[in-house]
């Protein structure tokens, strides 16, 4: 077997936690919202070219949302940063305050 063979789960470029199963349809992506809200940690996005997104820090699209807990906030933000960066991708991370680390990460756009 061809070990450089393209298409298959070894030589596929994968983004953060979801990366491995099928794209979020938009009500996933609420939930994920919901849950990174209910655990109390603050909403943040970042968004970052393909050719870079696995060896730059991305970019944050504005400052984390400190203390959100509207959804459809969130959800807009999401929404605002991908019509602003359509050819990049775009992710939610959710900071945990208590332990000072990413609760939750994940591309929600994929250019």
Same mark, same amino acid.
């Given at each position: 077997?061809?070990? =450089?063979? @393209?298409?298959? #789960?070894? *030589?596929?470029?994968? &983004?953060?936690? !979801? $990366?491995?199963?099928?794209?979020? /349809?938009?009500?996933?992506?609420?939930?994920?919202?919901?849950?990174?809200?209910?655990?109390?940690?603050?909403?943040?996005?970042?968004?970052?070219?393909?050719? =870079?997104? @696995?060896?730059? #820090?991305? *970019?944050?699209?504005? &400052?984390?949302? !400190? $203390?959100?807990?509207?959804?459809? /906030?969130?959800?807009?933000?999401?929404?605002?940063?991908?019509?602003?960066?359509?050819?990049?991708?775009?992710?939610?991370?959710?900071?945990?305050?208590?332990?000072?680390?990413?609760?939750?990460?994940?591309?929600?756009?994929?250019?």
């Amino acid at each position: 077997m061809n070990s =450089n063979t @393209t298409g298959d #789960y070894q *030589t596929k470029n994968t &983004l953060e936690t !979801f $990366g491995f199963i099928p794209k979020l /349809t938009a009500e996933e992506v609420q939930m994920q919202v919901a849950y990174i809200v209910a655990n109390g940690w603050s909403p943040s996005i970042e968004h970052e070219a393909p050719e =870079n997104a @696995t060896d730059h #820090y991305w *970019t944050m699209w504005k &400052l984390p949302m !400190f $203390g959100e807990t509207n959804i459809a /906030t969130v959800l807009s933000e999401l929404d605002a940063c991908h019509r602003a960066y359509p050819g990049h991708h775009v992710r939610l991370i959710g900071y945990d305050a208590y332990t000072q680390s990413q609760g939750s990460c994940f591309v929600v756009y994929e250019a």
